[in-house]
């Protein structure tokens, strides 16, 4: 082993003394000899050469910028795509929160309107989940990006809370009217199309619950007018952002031909 040593360490000293020897050589050439070796070496760099290192570094150069460029159209196009079906997904919201609107009115409070009684004729309802057509920030980041984007951002989230509103206090009354107010007209012992006046329905309830239920059923009825006015407002302001922003008119247009009264505000229930 250490002969091997020995020899390897042999080695590398003769090398490094043959290469200063030719440093020491080279730089002891005169410069007429100097300026000859010079060009020797210079020569080595010919037309072609140059031209071919200069055309690999101009097309390596230039396949990273295509790279580079492809990538950005590419990030580009997936990011308008996003925003394309975030957008579509926006007016599928609307859509289903006006439906849900329009069938409490059709099925529940239509036809129940005129009645005084409205308070005990409109049934409790199944409660309803407000988060399930609810849009969030996330979805609509997009809108952000410019000035008619955010008035639209705007009122749409002002509809969005009004339509939660509107959810919630029907929750509310459906949960009064299972909980207080059945329960009381039962203790009553009123049977189910017995005409009776205001007066012996809140006799035989109590005022509390009378009132109460009297309170709530009405603000139902206005919230739906509410919330339903103002979706159907955004919905055509929203729909014309996104034909103009897209350039493209294939977003969902859709309307009823039937409101059952909610496109105006009632001036006063009766």
């Given amino acids: 082993m250490s002969t091997i040593i020995?020899?390897?360490?042999?080695?590398?000293?003769?090398t490094s003394v043959a290469s200063q020897a030719e440093v020491a050589s080279i730089a002891a050439l005169s410069p007429p000899a100097f300026a000859l070796e010079l060009a020797s070496v210079i020569r080595t760099f010919t037309p072609d050469a140059l031209a071919?290192?200069?055309?690999?570094?101009?097309?390596?150069?230039?396949?990273?910028m295509l790279a580079y460029v492809l990538q950005r159209k590419f990030q580009s196009l997936q990011n308008k795509n996003a925003e394309l079906m975030a957008a579509h997904r926006m007016m599928f919201a609307i859509l289903q929160q006006i439906n849900t609107?329009?069938?409490?009115?059709?099925?529940?409070?239509?036809?129940?309107?005129?009645?005084p009684g409205r308070f005990i004729s409109i049934p409790a309802l199944s409660l309803f989940d407000v988060e399930k057509n609810s849009m969030q920030m996330a979805d609509l980041s997009f809108l952000i990006e410019d000035s008619k984007g955010r008035l639209i951002l705007y009122d749409l989230f002002i509809a969005q809370e009004n339509y939660t509103e509107a959810l919630k206090i029907w929750n509310?009354?459906?949960?009064?009217?299972?909980?207080?107010?059945?329960?009381?007209?039962?203790?009553?012992?009123?049977?189910?199309?017995?005409?009776?006046?205001?007066?012996?329905i809140e006799s035989a309830i109590g005022t509390l619950v009378f009132k109460s239920m009297i309170n709530v059923t009405d603000n139902s009825i206005e919230a739906l007018h509410r919330a339903f006015i103002k979706l159907r407002d955004v919905k055509i302001k929203a729909r014309a952002y996104?034909?103009?922003?897209?350039?493209?008119n294939d977003f969902?247009?859709?309307?009823?031909?039937?409101?059952?009264?909610l496109d105006v505000m009632p001036a006063k229930i009766m």
Wanted: net charge negative.
């Fill in 6 to 14: 020995s020899s390897a360490a042999s080695v590398a000293a003769a």
């Fill in 52 to 64: 071919n290192g200069a055309a690999t570094l101009i097309g390596a150069l230039l396949g990273a």
């Fill in 101 to 115: 609107l329009l069938l409490i009115q059709k099925d529940h409070v239509f036809s129940e309107i005129k009645n």
């Fill in 172 to 200: 509310l009354r459906s949960t009064m009217h299972s909980e207080q107010l059945q329960p009381a007209i039962a203790a009553a012992k009123i049977v189910n199309g017995t005409a009776v006046t205001h007066e012996t």
């Fill in 242 to 248: 996104l034909v103009e922003r897209f350039k493209n």
């Fill in 252 to 261: 969902i247009d859709f309307d009823f031909p039937e409101t059952f009264g």
